[in-house]
């Protein structure tokens, strides 16, 4: 194993909240961090910058449905944890070619596995009681909810789009190498992340980088759709609290507690972005809201119960919406370099997800 401190894998470690995590984690100085991405569209190398040269930090460009690879990287860093965050991730995109998020999700996380049990396998009785790895899900599994009532670790399964479908069945397959193999297993489902170096295809990101610059800031149908938002930062603390503390086989939801409509939010950014640049010709930027037609399958609701993380592993969110959406709108204005390099490619911030 290079290096002297253990290593810890990280895949998808230049996505949105692998790259939080990935930071989190060098700073800490405990372990090897090694960041595995496929650099998709999604995986941004810009969001590591700070800590890509780190001496406690390798980067490996893999896919996680390549199992030789994957096995190479079992072999040569003999992980402690494994932190498996690669998946397509928009709902928009698994409407328009599902079959990548069946690929990627389901295939990938299931050869993860197999590769993951190989190498336990190998392992001392000793080095195997100290292996883990946390497999990343959504709340999406669960499907819509009503106006009351939140998802719990135990709600019923009812994904209702391509990308839910493809995660539900990545988490099934976890709790089967779980109880059939006795591979040292945990699950987490969060709510909506949101936070700086997110993607622009997703809701905050891309209505902060069109009101800035007077786009329009198209919302779903009446914009009642209701998101349970959770900072990314508090997130991936719960993610190691869940990787250090939770018991193996066990799920922990993680939400921020901080329900809002899909119009509060964007009725939330133009304020702000309203007050941060005052000098914008097209303020107030609530003139560019437009309508639009609602995506197919549209899930109304989703909400969190966070009770069991709290209550076992002493988490609580730090951020209320209203700080982290502050502190997110100035990451963008202060970093508009990373912003023209992540939409330089084919995405331009049009609408996806339509049928036709």
């Known amino acids: 194993m290079p290096g002297s401190k253990q290593a810890v894998l990280v895949t998808g470690g230049a996505g949105f909240i ?58 040569k860093y003999q992980p402690v944890q494994v932190y498996h965050l690669a998946a397509e991730s928009h709902v928009d995109r698994s409407i328009e070619g599902p079959g990548d998020f069946l690929q990627t999700n389901v295939v990938g996380t299931f050869v993860l596995l197999q590769q993951a049990l190989a190498y336990c396998n190998g392992l001392s009785s000793e080095r195997r009681e100290s292996f883990r790895m946390l497999h990343i899900s959504t709340d999406e599994v669960f499907g819509s909810l009503g106006p009351e009532g939140l998802f719990t670790e135990d709600s019923p399964y009812r994904p209702r789009s391509p990308y839910s479908a493809s995660k539900a069945a990545s ?18 489902n969060c709510s909506n992340n949101y936070g700086p170096n997110q993607f622009p295809e997703k809701l905050i990101p891309l209505m902060i980088l069109n009101a800035l610059e007077g786009k329009p800031l198209p919302v779903y149908g009446d914009g009642s ?38 119009m509060e939010v964007v009725n939330a950014i133009c304020s702000t972005v309203d007050e941060f640049e005052p000098e914008l010709v097209h303020r107030p930027c ?28 002493g988490w609580q969110p730090e951020f209320d919406f209203e700080a982290g959406l502050t502190k997110t709108i100035q990451w963008y204005l202060d970093n508009p370099e990373w912003v023209a390099r992540v939409t330089s490619g084919g995405y331009r911030r049009e609408r996806l997800g339509l049928l036709s």
């Open 18 to 75: 692998g790259n939080c995590l990935v930071r989190q984690l060098v700073a800490q100085g405990e372990y090897q961090v090694v960041t595995v991405d496929k650099l998709t569209y999604a995986g941004n190398l810009d969001s590591l910058a700070e800590v890509f040269d780190a001496p406690n930090h390798d980067f490996v460009e893999a896919d996680i449905c390549d199992s030789t690879a994957m096995q190479s990287l079992f072999e």
């Open 286 to 313: 609530t003139s560019l809201i437009t309508s639009v037609s609602d995506r197919p399958g549209h899930d109304h609701r989703y909400a969190i119960d966070s009770s069991k993380i709290q209550q076992s592993l």
């Open 171 to 188: 988490d099934h397959f976890v709790r089967a190498f779980f109880h059939t193999y006795d591979l040292p297993l945990l699950i987490t």
């Open 225 to 262: 759709n209701v998101r349970d938002w959770l900072f990314v930062e508090d997130h991936c603390r719960a993610l190691q609290l869940v990787m250090q503390g939770g018991v193996l086989g066990e799920t922990y939801n993680i939400g921020g507690s901080c329900e809002r409509t899909n």
